[in-house]
């Protein structure tokens, strides 16, 4: 069954510093991988996906996360935070529709 | 393109009390998920309907929580009797047809914030 871990529950970067959120997997298929973000009172939003083909994928709002098989990552960053990406980010793994999702990692961004 | 919604937002109600969650999915998506996700932690899978049908209830927690989904449409996901650990968020999601790579992206609603007291 598949799973995800994610390392660290809160980061804390100054704007303008490269966002990095760790994000590990475990499958048995190749998998499909996904960050969502949410932000506050509201629900979770796509930010980007790995299904397959490039590795290196770009999502919405600057993000992007590599696919490494050899390393079952799939982390997240961004070369320059801003206030606005203040919120808490969830990875998940996906092998035939049903999602399994990381404990979330709660970004801070200091002004 | 409206996207899922769900109601209601907020519920508050004592610890043996009954709830309905109800959960709108995109229209046209047969696929529709619940999750829920207890303070702090992940969120955690409880079920999927394929049109009307149960695909997969394996994350459903005991047989307090029933899940229905009458006419493939809207889906209901009713706690009863409640107790204090039901408390967190209830996320809903849906997706189109199970043909396609677009069967993986999961559309996710607002969520419903249950406090059992």
């Known amino acids: 069954a598949q799973s995800v871990t994610q390392l660290g529950s809160h980061v804390s970067v100054s704007e303008g510093a490269l966002v990095l959120l760790r994000c590990n997997y475990s499958s048995s298929v190749p998998p499909y991988l996904f960050w969502y973000v949410q932000y506050p009172n509201q629900g979770l939003q796509l930010l980007l996906k790995?299904?397959?083909?490039?590795?290196l994928v770009k999502g919405i709002n600057g993000f992007e996360a590599e696919f490494k098989k050899s390393e079952t990552s799939f982390h997240l960053t961004k070369p320059s935070a801003h206030m606005s990406d203040a919120a808490e980010y969830f990875c998940?793994?996906?092998?035939?529709?049903?999602?399994?999702f990381g404990a979330g990692t709660r970004l801070t961004v200091k002004p | 393109e409206a996207g899922v919604t769900q109601f209601p937002s907020h519920s508050v109600i004592e610890k043996g009390q009954t709830v309905t969650l109800r959960c709108d999915p995109i229209s046209g998506h047969d696929n529709l998920y619940w999750y829920r996700r207890v303070m702090g932690k992940e969120i955690k899978f409880l079920l999927h309907?394929?049109?009307?049908?149960?695909?997969?209830e394996s994350g459903m927690p005991n047989n307090r929580f029933l899940a229905e989904r009458t006419g493939g449409t809207y889906s209901t996901l009713k706690v009863q009797p409640a107790e204090l650990e039901d408390s967190g968020v209830y996320f809903c999601?849906?997706?189109?047809?199970?043909?396609?790579?677009?069967?993986?992206?999961?559309?996710f609603g607002p969520g419903t914030r249950l406090t059992v007291t």
């Open positions: 309907f394929v049109k009307e049908s149960k695909q997969d």
């Open positions: 999601a849906s997706s189109p047809s199970i043909l396609g790579l677009a069967e993986y992206e999961q559309y």
């Open positions: 790995y299904t397959t083909g490039a590795t």
């Open positions: 998940a793994v996906s092998e035939w529709g049903d999602m399994r």
